[in-house]
């Protein structure tokens, strides 16, 4: 889409000038993703770095990772996967990427490496015994972790050009003990 200068921020959505977003299934806006250009970034030719939102609850945290068990190599800094980590790209290594240990954000990102992909960052938002309907909610309310989320970007688009490519949502299990959470 476009917004009202006429700049693509390589969004597709609905909702007029200047909004990037997502639209769940009954019409409400979910993700916010505001047309911010990147400060001091205009005049460079930096390529966009591909990146990927990884979101959810306690599965996307990796609560029971053993970093005692990852690959040697993967231990190494590698500066083609970047983790966005307070207003800062670093490399996304186990232990660094979540104080307990690290999530699925590292073997996504090493996989895609091996398979050839350019360079790539990662945005990540998680934390255990969340629900969906207080901690992400998308409605007028917004869920703490989803402004998290939000500001994430926001700043991420700030620092550097981006090309989001796409989102991967892990699930816990909070939800799963009763039918009205889980409508």
Do not use: C
């Not at 996307?60 to 190494?76: F, H, L, N």
Request: hydrophobic fraction near 35%; charged fraction near 25%.
């Amino acid at each position: 889409s476009k917004d009202d200068t006429g700049r693509s921020d390589g969004y597709v959505a609905g909702g007029g000038p200047g909004y990037t977003g997502a639209t769940d299934t009954v019409g409400r806006g979910a993700l916010t993703i505001p047309s911010i250009p990147p400060v001091g970034l205009r005049e460079k030719k930096e390529k966009p770095l591909d990146v990927y939102i990884l979101a959810g609850q306690s599965n996307m945290v990796g609560m029971r990772s053993e970093i005692e068990k990852v690959p040697a190599d993967w231990m190494q800094p590698d500066y083609g996967i970047l983790f966005f980590d307070n207003g800062n790209w670093i490399p996304a290594i186990p232990g660094k990427t979540e104080p307990k240990g690290f999530g699925p954000e590292i073997s996504f990102g090493q996989t895609l490496r091996k398979l050839g992909h350019p360079p790539l960052g990662i945005i990540k938002a998680s934390r255990g015994a969340t629900a969906l309907a207080e901690h992400w909610n998308a409605g007028p309310e917004k869920g703490e972790l989803l402004k998290f989320l939000e500001n994430q970007i926001r700043s991420a688009k700030m620092s550097r050009p981006l090309k989001f490519r796409g989102i991967i949502w892990m699930q816990g299990e909070s939800d799963a003990d009763s039918p009205a959470k889980a409508q």
